[in-house]
């Protein structure tokens, strides 16, 4: 049975890059040697490495003076390297969701840090509107998408203050004005490669600021200064990343995608509206992602909760339990989640209604 | 053209573990679903994170009180997670190369640092003895095995302070008495893993004994709690290095593998001495390196050193060139090269004086 992969993260790429990548574990660019045992300083996968800052360049269209880098950690561990490198005694932060309060909370450890709003109150449901950011403060941190409560800010902000944004599941999204942050990053697990590799693109000018001491590794300039291979980097992640963006440039680029993405989410939050079972967790639509749509049964049908998972899931649909905080369904339609395989959920849903 | 494997790391992995990762990208566990896609909270993903810290118990004797977490970043972010979480005020070490330098350096963020030795005075061409390690020092760090220079502590020593050993280039090549350690951390690309993996094994009680703040991302205490799950572990990394100790397990485990790396390694140290081109650069057998072999061309042969090499490359030798700091040849002969191999390059080097 085809299996429709909704899961949240580590989550479905691209079937090219794929088989992409097992031709180059068997071998890698015609070196006689696996993708898994090569040397990173090889110019076969020097090239890669830099493709993958070429591609991002022109994906998402980085103006001159900004660095695209690759690590390994993980978003958790740019939630303590942000403030490592530019917080000098003050940061606002926009407390969305899960995420967004780690890396809050992470920032504590490094000066005074004022949460402008917070939507914890109603479960994370929409995003804050109407906040002021302290004009004193060193950078204002958003995440442009929460994962888990399916909310996402779906444009560029202006900030008087350095803006700093998670784009841990919304990158590639859509077109994004990058002049707008001084720095961007993310957990490639969802839109551009396998876990592993973590992406950071940052202005270069707003570097070298603080006064404390930074060890070496979480030194944004070491990693720039290197070229992403001061030691050791992921190799197969960033491999398979490149593949993704190259599949994503053929395909049209972030401007496509965004239209492809937004013709998913329209077709799922419109069935969720229309099925008597079903009603969205996010009512402003402004501010529901198009890359995890949450949603819950109607009142009248709660018990009807995991009887509809357990049905889904025997039609090949994976990954569609909603997080334990929220309950209910979430369907991630990250960029190489196909229309079929939203229609596919549609059908089920359609189906299941019927039944009931 | 049969290709010989000698890269320095990342490295050879065994084709058995390499063939395993192939398939677990088509169909991970039956799910139906990547290994490059799969969500690490799936069950399957959570056995496969399970089996390697217990395979590292197994393979390594590890006794009770101890913990194996995965993380990413390499072992260069260990170089300050050590002192970051095991540093009041002073730590030992020993500046046996490139590496443990690094890691010296590193520490001197945290504290006061004591040299105890060095052997920068001869290029690193032995392991400095005789030495007293401050017995009011937090920790002592040693390098066990030196890449670049191909010297190595192949034995366990005593230590009346708390030791801790970078085994990044030898964990898994010889029984290792891991009570005389309370950490022992290494990056995974050369006997364990594909890139983008460091692990960790750590005697639980050495923790929690610092007042300095620690990010969460570099707390030990926060893996240990969470199982190497705070965050998203690197997937494929990790998987592939369980298939690499399922086959070092089946193969009879670390002392079986010991006898087969000295037997590699007997075989070139003593076609390097018998031939009259060549001159190993360690000279003292007991410091000799079993995981990468360091040779240069005799003095009256220094013109034949590039073509040595373009002769070897010729006949399928891959990443033999030295370090750039030490010049000549490094052949690493880690766990999952075949003693083949070794013969290969043995034959070609009694070839090529044949001709010259």
Redesign the interface.
């Known amino acids: ?3 429709h ?1 909704f ?7 691209p079937q090219e ?2 088989d992409d ?2 031709e180059a ?2 071998d890698f660019a015609g ?10 300083r090889s110019k076969e996968f020097e090239a890669i490495m830099n493709e993958a800052e070429a591609l991002f360049k022109e994906l998402l269209d980085i103006p001159e003076g900004y660095r695209v880098i690759f ?7 740019q ?2 390297m942000v403030p ?1 490198n530019l917080m000098n005694k003050k940061a606002a932060y926009l407390n969305t969701g899960t995420w967004a309060k ?1 890396a809050l ?2 920032a504590k ?1 490094f000066g005074e840090v004022v949460e402008v709003a917070s939507s914890a109150d109603t479960l994370y449901n929409y995003i804050p509107k109407g906040y002021t950011v302290p004009a004193d403060a060193d950078y204002f941190h958003i995440t442009t998408n929460n994962t888990i409560y399916g909310t996402e800010i779906k444009y560029d902000m202006d900030c008087k203050v350095p803006l700093v944004a998670d784009m841990s599941s919304d990158i590639f999204s859509r077109p994004v004005d990058v002049s707008k942050y001084v720095l961007i990053y993310g ?1 490639a ?1 969802k839109n551009f490669a ?5 992406f950071v693109i940052v202005r270069e000018d707003i570097l070298g600021k603080v006064e404390r ?1 930074i ?4 030194n944004y300039k070491t990693h720039i200064d290197e070229g992403s291979m ?8 960033i491999y ?1 990343g490149v593949q993704t963006l190259r599949w994503l440039k053929k395909l049209g680029g972030v401007k496509e995608m965004n239209r492809i993405n937004n013709a998913k989410a329209d077709l799922l939050y419109g069935e969720i509206e229309r099925n008597k079972l079903f009603k969205p967790t996010v009512l402003n639509k402004e501010d529901r992602s198009i890359m995890n749509i949450c949603w819950i049964m109607n009142d009248e049908y709660k018990d009807l909760e995991q009887v509809f998972l357990k049905y889904a899931q025997e039609r ?1 649909m ?2 569609l339990k909603g997080h334990r905080s929220v309950g209910g369904f979430r369907a991630s339609t990250y960029n190489a989640l196909p229309l079929e395989s939203v229609q596919a959920l549609v059908d089920v849903m359609k189906e299941f209604e019927s039944k009931n």
């Open positions: 049975m085809k299996k992969n899961y949240a993260g580590p989550s479905i790429l890059a794929i990548t097992i574990i068997k070196t006689g040697i696996s993708l898994l045992s090569i040397s990173h690590l390994g950690g993980g978003a958790s561990t939630f303590m490592f780690k909370k992470e450890g957990g697990q396998p876990a592993g590799v973590t001491f060890p070496t590794m979480l001061f030691n050791t980097p992921p190799v197969l992640p398979t090949g994976v990954g």
